[in-house]
Structures are given as C-alpha cells and as structure tokens.
C-alpha cells in the first residue's frame, strides 16, 4: 500500500530552526508538496520538489531524496505565526496526490 | 481576488439527511476536488472533476455525490447513506489535473456535525 509518515507533533522555541520529516512508500513518484495548514484554515501551498536537493524559499526550504523516499521541510527565525499543522504529500505514478496526517508544529517563546 | 468560496462554513445536521456544501471558484480552474479531513488522518479524496460535466470518484465516495455544470462549481451533497459524515471538508481547485507541478489552492472549508 501507500504511505506517508511524518510526525504527529513537534514543539519548537521562537526564533529556532525546526525540521519536520517526511517519509514516504508510494506507486511512482511525480513530486512531493508541502503545504501549511493553521486551525480551521485552508491549507496553503508552502514548497514542490521533483528533483533531489534542496529548495529555499525565505525562511522555508525543503529538501528531497527521490532513493531514500524522504523529505523535510526546513523553518528558521520561527515565528509565532508558523504554529500551524505541516502536511506533506507526495503525488504517485497515476497523478493522484497520496497525503501525510500532518505534523502539528507548536512554538513556545 | 481571486479564490474558492465555501459554504456554509458550519452546518449541523440530523440523522437521514441529505446536505450539500457549495464551492465556487473564480480562479479559471479546470480541475475541482473534494477532500474529507478527520483528525489523525491525512486529506481523503471524495470525488474530483477535470472538465465541466465529467467527474470521477475518489477514495471515499461512497454515500457522497456531486456534479459539475459549470466550470466555476462543483457541489457536494452528502447522503444519509454516508455512515460517518461529520468531519472537515475541503474543496480545492488546480489548473488542470494529471500533471506533475499541480498546485492546489483550497477553500477555507465546511464543517458538518451530525447530531
């Protein structure tokens, strides 16, 4: 079947780096999103990696592994306002977008 | 601005009804989704639309139904044939379906309690 882990939840102090993983088993790959998701809100589209390496967008980067199904999402200088639940997915052979429970990202000051 | 209305954003319902949330987008999208969101668990895809008057089922459609007569909308009606209905629903919107880069802007959603 497939799959995607990431973590439930993960705390992090304002002003820190925090790294929120992702690990995937899917039919195929064609790409893997990260999206941002605060309570109750509509998820927004964060990064899309295709290719290994990293992509840096301001304080966000996220960074692929196509040979060990992995990724993480990279937030430095975090701030209050990036409390917010972290969604990952990856989109399989036949383009159908297979999602990760999310990761609840909690920042203390 | 451009974007994906939803509606209502809460709505309560009693045991054997039918509801239907409302999406509209204004984005020009020719591909619209609906995803059910319960804690724990990932986005599921109920049903999904790449054209005007042709949609497909998703993973969960069974006791949901929709239809697509214009590009701009895309309706959910939940039947009292769906055991489990309450939980979050999303409806999103793309350029087009079936490619790689396929961005998906969502709508603020709906979320419907059956009591």
């Known amino acids: 079947g497939q799959n995607i882990d990431q973590p439930t939840e993960m705390t992090a102090t304002e002003g820190a780096i925090v790294q929120i993983n992702c690990t995937y088993q899917?039919?195929?790959?064609?790409?893997l999103f990260w999206y941002q998701q605060h309570a109750g809100e509509a998820p927004t589209f964060l990064s899309y990696?295709?290719l290994d390496g990293l992509e840096e967008k301001g304080r966000f980067s996220s960074f692929l592994s196509r040979s060990k199904g992995y990724s993480y999402l990279l937030l430095k200088e975090l701030q209050m306002k990036d409390s917010a639940s972290y969604l990952c997915?990856?989109?399989?052979?036949?383009?159908?977008?297979?999602w990760g429970a999310g990761t609840k990202l909690i920042i203390k000051p | 601005d451009g974007g994906i209305t939803q509606s209502p954003k809460y709505l309560f319902r009693k045991e054997g009804q039918n509801v239907t949330l409302s999406c509209e987008q204004n984005?020009?999208?020719?591909?619209m989704y609906w995803y059910r969101q319960d804690p724990g668990q990932g986005l599921r895809l109920i049903y999904y639309?790449?054209?005007?008057?042709?949609?497909q089922k998703g993973d969960i459609a069974e006791g949901y139904s929709v239809s697509r007569e214009k590009k701009e909308s895309f309706p959910l009606t939940v039947t009292s044939a769906q055991k489990n209905p309450t939980a979050f629903y999303l409806c999103?919107?793309?350029?087009?379906?079936?490619?790689?880069?396929?961005?998906?802007?969502f709508g603020a959603g709906s979320r419907l309690t059956v009591l």
């Open positions: 639309s790449q054209i005007v008057n042709d949609f």
């Open positions: 984005l020009n999208h020719d591909a």
């Open positions: 899917t039919s195929g790959f064609n790409g």
């Open positions: 997915a990856v989109m399989d052979s036949n383009y159908q977008l297979i």
């Open positions: 999103a919107s793309s350029i087009e379906a079936g490619s790689g880069a396929n961005v998906l802007t």
């Open positions: 990696n295709v």
